[in-house]
């Protein structure tokens, strides 16, 4: 069986070279295994040790998608097996939130350049993945969300650090929607910060390895190189998309602290006569109440924290919701049963009170442990 990610070289014309890791599962829209999670943070560390390697790729195998996602069935499976023992109890989701999570770290922390082509879907553990990487970039059918809200979870994998530096409350509101961005407003948010169209991007790598290298010591001058490479290649320019088009209406909506406020003012939108937005609001109201307001509440009390502070934050976060039965229960609705019909608990935002939400930002492992993800810096 092939490796699900795939690893190359590729040398360039002054005898360096460039790392590729292609995530190798074009079937499943290259989803995110523990197993990927753990051969990508191996290799990145050795290329990051080496002194030939200048550069390194990000891509998915396929020409649909980056990466859709985490492994949800393998998160329910464990929630199966360790369903009312608590949330340190299932080793699975400990580890797999663990090794994830230290993995997009390493990425936004990462001592040479990184290109991630987002070509395609590129939501959930692919925005973990991608919005670390010093040069994002998008082709023309490029769909980023973290549509979380809708599976019983919130947007993780640092995405509270992310939503938060978003303009305005773009972060509230993609939050609590799970609402999809083209690639005009993936480039306004600041998701992504460059657009190849795809036919261009063997183009691109061939720019690359024609590049004249330093060594990588010499960050901020490589850095340069691929900024160049990239913006002449540049796609055609876009129209504003509707989170743009529609920014001043979702900061004043998305506005107030209180989240049943919030959650009400998108409600209004559901009739909306233009679509995206009459979309978001239906998400939301399709989805879970608590994970709406999980993912407002964490941006709310991460605000002023370190990335590796937010990461820590999140892992109890996502401890708590392996073990409530919400997230459980969104995988069944959507991907196990597939009848779209999940029962949530709570079923009214006015039920989710502060009480319940602070109890998910209790650490779950004895209090004489330290925290897994402690050795962040």
């Not at 109890?89 to 922390?109: C, G, P």
């Amino acid at each position: 069986m092939s490796s699900p990610v795939l690893f190359t070289e590729l040398n360039t014309h002054n005898g360096y070279k460039v790392g590729v890791a292609t995530l190798n599962q074009p079937k499943i829209l290259n989803g995110l295994s523990l197993e990927m999670c753990r051969l990508l943070g191996k290799q990145l560390a050795q290329w990051e040790a080496d002194p030939d390697v200048v550069l390194v790729i990000m891509q998915g195998a396929g020409d649909k998608a980056f990466c859709a996602g985490g492994d949800l069935h393998g998160l329910y499976q464990s929630m199966q097996t360790w369903q009312g023992q608590g949330a340190w109890a299932n080793t699975y989701s400990r580890e797999f939130f663990d090794i994830e999570y230290k993995l997009d770290y390493q990425i936004h922390t990462y001592s040479k350049p990184i290109i991630c082509w987002g070509h395609g879907i590129v939501m959930g553990g692919g925005i973990g993945l991608m919005i670390g990487a010093s040069h994002r970039v998008v082709s023309e059918t490029s769909r980023l969300a973290m549509p979380e809200v809708s599976i019983g979870l919130f947007p993780d994998v640092g995405g509270s650090w992310v939503l938060n530096h978003l303009p305005g409350k773009t972060g509230v509101f993609l939050a609590s929607t799970g609402a999809i961005l083209n690639t005009s407003d993936a480039l306004f948010s600041g998701l992504a910060n460059y657009q190849v169209d795809y036919a261009n991007w063997e183009a691109v790598v061939n720019g690359l390895l024609d590049a004249a290298w330093q060594k990588p010591a010499h960050r901020r001058f490589n850095d340069d190189l691929v900024h160049a490479v990239l913006a002449a290649h540049k796609g055609k320019p876009v129209q504003a998309g509707p989170l743009q088009q529609h920014y001043a209406l979702i900061n004043e909506i998305c506005a107030p602290v209180n989240i049943q406020t919030i959650y009400q003012n998108i409600a209004e939108l559901k009739d909306n006569d233009d679509p995206w937005l009459s979309r978001a609001a239906t998400t939301m109201l399709k989805g879970a109440p608590l994970s709406m307001a999980l993912g407002v509440v964490l941006q709310q009390k991460t605000l002023h924290l370190s990335l590796a502070d937010v990461f820590r934050m999140e892992y109890i976060v996502a401890l708590h919701c392996c073990a409530d039965g919400q997230l459980q229960e969104g995988i069944r609705a959507l991907l196990v049963d597939k009848d779209k019909s999940p029962k949530w608990m709570p079923a009214d935002i006015n039920d989710v009170t502060d009480e319940l939400l602070e109890s998910y930002f209790d650490s779950p492992w004895p209090k004489s442990d330290r925290h897994p993800l402690s050795d962040l810096v």
